[in-house]
């Protein structure tokens, strides 16, 4: 008997791929990771956000959505984040936004 294949859990994902109610539930436990001081509570939502849309967890279990200006919606690993402030606060790249349109560029 061999062993069955796997197939690999994607690193990113486009939030606008994910069917909406997929998408709201999705958000849904964003919310609830970014409204929580509990680092347990953070890495729970997170978890279950990750399986939710057949996301690898990254190794620290933290993932975001890219809020660049160009709108893009990629959800990433938190680790893999360009940081920005826009003068309203940090903003969170993607890589492939850091790379194509860096900081204030992508306005």
Not at 27 to 49: F, G, K, N, P, W
Not at 58 to 63: D, L, M, S, T, V
Not at 64 to 69: I, K, R, T, W, Y
Not at 84 to 107: L, S
């Given at each position: ?44 939502a ?15 279990g933290?993932?975001?959505v ?42």
């Amino acid at each position: 008997m061999t062993p069955a294949r796997t197939t690999p859990q994607a690193t990113e994902v486009n939030l606008f791929d994910l069917p909406l109610p997929i998408r709201d539930k999705f958000l849904d436990y964003m919310d609830q990771a970014d409204t929580t001081i509990s680092v347990t509570e953070i890495r729970l939502a997170h978890t279950a956000a990750a399986q939710l849309i057949g996301m690898q967890l990254p190794p620290r279990g933290e993932i975001a959505v890219c809020s660049c200006p160009c709108f893009c919606q990629i959800i990433f690993d938190v680790d893999q984040a360009h940081e920005y402030n826009d003068g309203y606060g940090p903003t969170f790249q993607c890589p492939g936004c850091a790379d194509d349109h860096p900081g204030r560029d992508a306005e």
